[in-house]
């Protein structure tokens, strides 16, 4: 089992920064890519960003050159370092850890969820 905590949400003004952090803890012999999605009231959820184990990364295009997604992996952290915030950028943000493989009782393919973290952006 796997959890999940996103923290760093919060309100700002158009043009301002935040830093998210998911922390993730439980069974520590698996391999996880983790990605960084959003969600508004009556919307689907989003894609936001992805990281996986071996650094790779990438974004949609609507945070691209203003979101940067890092990790600790010792630490077992992710961040979403959002610069240069719109309105738009209203959501709340969630974290997901993909199950890619390991070793014991890793379950490849196994997703989860943290329980997300608001991020308001005022105009």
């Known amino acids: 089992q796997v959890q999940l905590v996103e923290s760093g949400g919060g309100s700002v003004q158009a043009g301002g920064s935040l830093r998210l952090s998911c922390a993730r803890s439980g069974y520590t012999r698996c391999t996880y890519d983790i990605a960084w999605y959003r969600q508004t009231p009556g919307k689907e959820r989003e894609f936001v960003s992805f990281i996986n184990s071996a650094g790779s990364m990438n974004y949609t295009d609507s945070v691209k050159g203003r979101f940067t997604i890092s990790q600790d992996n010792a630490r077992r952290m992710v961040y979403l370092q959002m610069n240069s915030l719109k309105a738009e950028d209203t959501a709340m943000y969630y974290c997901?850890?993909?199950?890619?493989?390991?070793?014991?009782?890793?379950?490849?393919?196994?997703?989860?969820w943290g329980q997300g973290t608001q991020v308001t952006v005022s105009s």
């Open positions: 997901k850890a993909l199950n890619v493989g390991g070793t014991g009782y890793c379950i490849k393919g196994s997703v989860y």
